[in-house]
């Protein structure tokens, strides 16, 4: 599986961008997506994290209530919807496809992932 974010940029506090991902392999369809993020300095960070169909959403503590994640199979997309950025959202953002396990905020369960895009929030 390939992986590749886009979307995005630097924004004004409150503002909102929308991340998008884009996969090729069979596997993408099959499996849990996530989005992380990574700080300078910092851990990487579990943000969302979507099953196949959808029906099993998890969130971070620190996102619940202002981002929104979603995927399209069709599309072979996963989504991250961001709204009222704050200054500390600032940080590379990364997409994933889940292996095995049910820790999806754990990134040892991620078997794919992709380069990251850079968001950057302004206060």
């Known amino acids: 599986v390939q992986l590749q974010a886009s979307g995005g940029g630097t924004v004004q506090a409150g503002n909102s961008l929308k991340l998008s991902c884009a996969a090729s392999g069979r596997a993408f369809s099959n499996n849990a997506a996530g989005w992380f993020r990574q700080a300078p300095g910092k851990a990487r960070e579990f943000v969302a994290a979507?099953?196949?169909?959808?029906?099993?959403?998890y969130y971070g503590d620190s996102v619940k209530g202002r981002f929104t994640i979603s995927r399209d199979n069709a599309k072979n997309a996963v989504y991250l919807q961001m709204n009222d950025l704050k200054p500390e959202d600032t940080a590379v953002y990364l997409c994933?496809?889940?292996?095995?396990?049910?820790?999806?905020?754990?990134?040892?369960?991620?078997?794919?992932w992709g380069p990251g895009t850079l968001v950057t929030v302004s206060s």
């Open positions: 979507i099953s196949w169909k959808g029906g099993r959403i």
């Open positions: 994933a496809v889940h292996g095995v396990g049910d820790n999806w905020y754990m990134e040892s369960e991620y078997d794919y």
